[in-house]
T-cell receptor, first 111, second 116 residues
């Protein structure tokens, strides 16, 4: 069991480019969550997805951010037209009915 | 209503000391309170968790104390070691029917340093 896999580990984008962050949940987990962590801050919830459905997106910025969890393949967090304020660590977690596990994160730097 | 407030922001103790980290919440719908440990460059890892029907839970050197009426809970690390140096986060989640589903609301984190 490889745990929650996130890639890439580090991503550098220029202002205005698109960032795509991927998350493969643990085997047997069908629920995925994305969190954002700014430097020296706690994790902030962004979005909660189940296969092909968004359950809760109350933490997602209204513009430029989107997330999906297709029937096949990883969950994707997509940030369009990135700005410097998007620089952060983005963590994915997955859960079953009895477990909740975080990945090691993707560190996005916008230059 | 969704906030979880954590203190202190940083904490330095000597090896063998007992650091205590405190959290307070507002939302009475929260019914699951985990603590996470995070090392630099890594994701948070579950350390210990408690539900509000008990006032204390102990696992190894880690103890959670829970005060439902005050809406506060705390983490105690007994006989702290340099390897415990990390960032600690409290969190809370609303009722998920006893399952592990649902979003977590995190505190701001405490950077713990344990000197040898």
């Amino acid at each position: 069991n490889a745990g929650v896999m996130q890639n890439p580990r580090h991503l550098v984008r220029r202002r205005g480019q698109e960032a795509r962050l991927r998350c493969s949940p643990m085997k047997g987990h069908s629920h995925v969550y994305w969190y954002r962590q700014l430097p020296e801050e706690g994790l902030k919830f962004m979005v909660y997805l189940q296969k092909e459905n968004i359950i809760d997106e109350s933490g997602m910025p209204k513009e430029r951010f989107s997330a999906e969890f297709p029937k096949e393949g990883p969950s994707i967090l997509r940030i369009q037209q990135v700005v410097r304020g998007d620089s952060a660590a983005y963590f994915c977690a997955s859960s079953s009915s009895s477990g909740y596990t975080f990945g090691s994160g993707t560190r996005l730097t916008v230059v | 209503q969704q906030q979880v407030k954590q203190s202190p922001q940083s904490l330095i103790v000597q090896k063998g000391g007992i650091p205590i980290i405190n959290c307070a919440y507002e939302n009475t719908a929260f019914d699951y309170f985990p603590w996470y440990q995070q090392f630099p460059g890594k994701g948070p890892a579950l350390l210990i968790a408690i539900r509000p029907d008990v006032s204390e839970k102990k696992e190894g050197r880690f103890t959670i104390s829970f005060n439902k009426s005050a809406k506060q809970f705390s983490l105690h690390i007994m006989d702290s070691q340099p390897g415990d140096s990390a960032t600690y986060f409290c969190a809370a989640r609303t009722n998920a029917g006893g399952t592990s589903y649902g979003k977590l609301t995190f505190g701001q984190g405490t950077i713990l340093t344990v000197h040898p």
